[in-house]
DNA sequence: CCGCTCATGTAACTGGTTACATGATTTA
DNA sequence: TAAATCATGTAACCAGTTACATGAGCGG
């Protein structure tokens, strides 16, 4: 019982398994797999041996189930696993929680100046249409009613405020460079 | 001669030696210690090897020089290293670069049903004090005068942008668990 | 002279990634 | 019956982290 810290991924795990019920490894692969915010790629060489690590330590058990003819094993925390899980959660907030989340396209603007003026131009009319595109399926995971509770739409939320408020910071860089963005479809 | 695709930190250390002028690895490490956005630490572990990686692949060049009677080697990048640079830089822009950035304290909203009532409010109480810290911080970097050029100040905008938008965030959640945030300190 | 900043490294670790591999079941 | 999805893994790799280590120069 080393009670060490967990990391992001692992508390993430651990905490899907215990807000959507008992999971496959597979099922939570999906959840990464499927996330609107691309955080991690969700590959079986990330999940698999994560869960083996939970296991191992006690902080989530599984159990096979039989879903029709095919068996899978079904993973959801232990009581020392909701423990550990709230004690990562727990105040107080770190500097790295609280801070300037990073943000790949910022650090891009940040350099855009190696760049002669037309491909700036280019770089950021491209920018604009692609987080137009991340931009709708962001609203419709927002609007989409999920049965997921009150919190994941809070988050989602929270995720759709950050790509408007990215949106606001590239008109700032177009209207900077002189640039016309095109409108979004509708 | 490989061409492979420069990392995100590659890349940053790059284009600061480009963008700043001659640097030593000293000097791109306090760059990222002292950044308000905590992506990478900048510890030493990370930056010479990566110096030395750039160094060995004719991206940069270095160049002994003695400010006062210290000497200490300045790195500037290449024609290959800018090259290199501007292929990084180079539409099309990835899904994970659009997408929405990864967010430790959306995360953390995302799973806060863990915690009992009382605590959920504390949480957010915390949080929002620690923000409130960040984003003056944030805001004293973005008023203050950088010779660093408009590009960096627009990324300064960007980071207050994204410390605004989080700080709305952390108000809806508050409102939806009924809690009153105390005003930032003026 | 003490402590801080400048300056440069090394070593062990760790955790996440890609790519490979397999096989059952479902759906078009 | 072919393709997609469900399901579970392994192995090599790599890059970033922490911690350790050293030494010079400068300011109080």
Redesign the pocket.
């Known amino acids: 019982m080393t009670k060490?810290m967990l990391?992001?991924?692992?508390a993430c795990v651990l905490a899907l398994a215990w807000a959507d019920g008992p999971l496959?490894?597979?099922?939570i692969?999906?959840v990464f797999l499927k996330s609107p915010t691309p955080q991690?790629?969700?590959?079986?060489?990330?999940v698999?041996?994560?869960?083996?690590?939970l296991l191992s330590e006690g902080l989530i058990r599984s159990k096979a189930i039989a879903?029709?003819?095919?068996e899978?094993?079904q993973v959801s925390p232990t009581a020392a696993g909701i423990r550990a899980l709230k004690r990562w959660m727990a105040i107080p907030i770190s500097d790295w929680v609280a801070g300037v989340p990073p943000d790949p396209l910022r650090t891009r603007i940040r350099f855009l100046a190696v760049l002669p003026k037309g491909e700036q131009r280019a770089f950021v009319s491209n920018a604009w249409l692609q987080m137009q595109i991340q931009l709708l399926a962001v609203e419709k995971d927002c609007e989409t009613p999920n049965a997921a509770g009150p919190f994941y739409d809070l988050m989602a939320r929270g995720a759709l405020l950050s790509m408007r408020s990215r949106c606001v910071f590239l008109k700032e860089v177009a209207h900077a460079l002189g640039v016309a963005l095109e409108l979004p479809p509708t």
Request: no cysteine; aromatic share 10%; glycine share 10%.
């Open positions: 060490r990391s992001e991924i692992e496959t490894a597979y099922a692969r999906k991690w790629s969700g590959s079986a060489g990330t698999y041996p994560l869960i083996e690590r879903t029709g003819k095919r899978a094993q």
